[in-house]
């Protein structure tokens, strides 16, 4: 199972950015999905999450700014960020609950996106 986050890249303050993730692989099952991000210097932290079943969870520094969504029939998730602030500049990661067989959750990372907000 592999996770290809995709869509980083610079922006002014104040724009937008759509990130994308894709799970490919032999996959029985994909649960909950989410983003984190990890800002030079700081700790990686949570950005938001979303369930299979669509239940959503933000960071309070990202509520109203971000929507995270998937399309389980494409095993993709998308994180729509509007409003960017230079705060948000970090690298972005993609992580997925998997499951191969059934019974057989595990947790995946993917490789990372950076987004750049400049002032």
């Known amino acids: 199972v592999q996770l290809q986050a995709s869509g980083g890249g610079l922006v002014q303050a104040g724009g937008s950015l759509r990130l994308s993730c894709a799970a490919s692989?032999?996959?029985?099952?994909?649960?909950?999905m989410g983003w984190y991000r990890r800002a030079p210097g700081k700790q990686r932290e949570l950005v938001a999450t979303v369930s299979r079943g669509g239940t959503t969870h933000y960071a309070d520094s990202v509520k109203g700014r971000f929507t995270i969504s998937r399309d389980n029939a494409k095993n993709t998730m998308y994180l729509q960020m509007n409003t960017l602030k230079p705060e948000d500049t970090a690298v972005y990661y993609c992580?997925?609950?998997?499951?191969?067989?059934?019974?057989?959750?595990?947790?995946?990372w993917g490789q990372g996106t950076q987004v750049t907000v400049s002032s």
């Open positions: 692989g032999t996959i029985f099952g994909i649960y909950t």
């Open positions: 992580n997925a609950d998997i499951s191969q067989s059934p019974f057989s959750e595990q947790n995946y």
